[in-house]
């Protein structure tokens, strides 16, 4: 007898092997045809083993929907459930770079009527432009292009005010600029010297924003060419030039720091505490980092207690330091040259820019826990100091003044490292405004 008589089985699986095999191949095509992307995530995590499954959800700057960003596949299982659900992963906007941006800046130099003179440096002749075609990029999730109607409507039949020093200003004016795209803003109210005290109404959706002069927060005596050459300050008394205003303010926005580092002599009740540079006066040297903490610690204390313990509803921002780039002297040509941003990593956030920034965060923090007690009482830190600290190009330098170079290199070249061109980089502190707003907005609606 033949050897497939005797042995049948051995005769059939020799004719379906072959079968089989192409069967098995082709459906192994055809898996990896549609399902690419799970071999890829899987493939990526491995790669990754440091890096937990995890959502990040962000608003679109036209709508309040909620996208996601899914890093693994496990999270593409969850998205739609996560998307619905109350808590949503807050996005840490101080982690991240910035990227060229084609589309560049919402308005510029001559559509807009509120840039103060000395940050207005496409009028004043700045040749290079690159500085306008960057954004920031968050590392973990989207910051949305600002998108001003969204913003007057959240802030319907509201004001908002700005409260610090020329940093407060120049932020201020960033976002009348962009609000001006869509709406003009018409200026109602004007005292003090150089500005320092204005106030804008836009009609449309009754919306009110102003800015007041306050470079401690706390109530202070500022140096003089007629008196002393140096602050004082009463660390344990608000300034009453803007807190007196409390009952009418719905949201604030602080911005201190650059003011603490000139010569000051510092109060706490009726004693000297002691002063930060004041070579001749018999007071104790003390620096100016606990003087910030105490004079953030009464003004975040007495928002709170006003406005807190009589039920009304008031957000409160504290913009972080906002770091200057001197490179040399501050009146020579060149004091501030670089033109692009700092590479991730290239521009370490440390010394005093980390203390000041630290010390403001800590603060907020704690006045959080404290605010837990009243309804209605909202607080966060606007953290910009580090995607501000990267960069160097964004400030005014020599063209704090018109076309400073029409007869050459001068001498003696006034710069400003310290404040921003606008449009510019600080049009993105208030980007991140906006993405809180929209946030605490969000919750407000799920507690309803």
């Not at 700057?61 to 808590?87: G, I, N, V, Y």
């Not at 940050?119 to 290079?128: E, K, M, S």
């Not at 924003?209 to 927060?217: A, E, M, N």
């Not at 060419?225 to 409390?246: C, F, I, M, Q, S």
Request: proline content about 6%; charged content about 25%.
């Amino acid at each position: 007898m033949g050897k497939d008589y005797l042995y049948p089985h051995h005769s059939i699986a020799k004719k379906l092997l072959p079968w089989t095999f192409y069967a098995v191949l082709s459906l192994a095509i055809f898996r990896l045809y549609l399902y690419p992307l799970h071999l890829y995530f899987h493939s990526a995590s491995d790669q990754l083993p440091h890096t937990k499954s995890l959502i990040i959800t962000s608003s679109s700057s036209a709508s309040s929907s909620t996208s996601s960003l899914s890093l693994t596949s496990s999270s593409l299982a969850h998205e739609k459930e996560r998307a619905d659900h109350d808590d949503e992963t807050p996005c840490d906007y101080t982690i991240g770079k910035w990227v060229r941006d084609k589309m560049g800046p919402l308005y510029n130099g001559t559509t807009c009527g509120t840039i103060k003179e000395g940050q207005n440096c496409i009028t004043h002749g700045r040749p290079d432009l690159g500085y306008l075609y960057w954004r920031w990029k968050p590392r973990l999730c989207k910051l949305p292009r600002f998108d001003p109607k969204a913003f007057l409507d959240f802030l319907r039949n509201k004001h908002l005010a700005f409260v610090g020093d020329s940093m407060a200003r120049n932020q201020l004016e960033s976002l009348l600029c962009i609000l001006s795209t869509v709406s003009v803003p018409n200026l109602v109210y004007r005292d003090g010297e150089d500005n320092k005290f204005r106030r804008w109404h836009f009609d449309a959706h009754n919306v009110t924003v102003s800015v007041y002069w306050s470079p401690f927060l706390v109530k202070g005596v500022e140096k003089s060419k007629t008196g002393p050459d140096h602050n004082k300050l009463y660390v344990d008394h608000v300034d009453e030039r803007w807190a007196a205003d409390l009952d009418q303010i719905d949201m604030i926005v602080l911005s201190v720091g650059h003011w603490f580092l000139h010569p000051a002599v510092y109060l706490e009740g009726d004693s000297v505490l002691g002063c930060h540079y004041c070579p001749g006066l018999n007071h104790t040297e003390i620096g100016f980092y606990d003087v910030l903490r105490k004079a953030l610690k009464t003004t975040l204390k007495t928002i709170t207690e006003r406005r807190g313990s009589s039920g009304d509803f008031i957000d409160v921002f504290l913009t972080t330091f906002s770091p200057s780039h001197f490179e040399g002297e501050w009146d020579k040509a060149g004091a501030c040259p670089k033109t692009t941003p700092y590479k991730e990593g290239e521009k370490l956030l440390e010394g005093m820019d980390a203390e000041m920034r630290h010390i403001e965060v800590e603060e907020v923090e704690l006045a959080k826990e404290n605010a837990k007690q009243f309804k209605g009482l909202r607080l966060e830190a606007l953290d910009v100091t580090k995607l501000s600290l990267m960069r160097p190009d964004g400030h005014p330098g020599p063209y704090m003044y018109p076309n400073p170079f029409a007869n050459g290199v001068q001498e003696h070249v006034q710069n400003d490292c310290v404040h921003w061109c606008l449009p510019g980089p600080i049009d993105t502190w208030n980007q991140i405004l906006l993405e809180v707003i929209r946030k605490w907005e969000r919750q407000s609606r799920r507690e309803e």
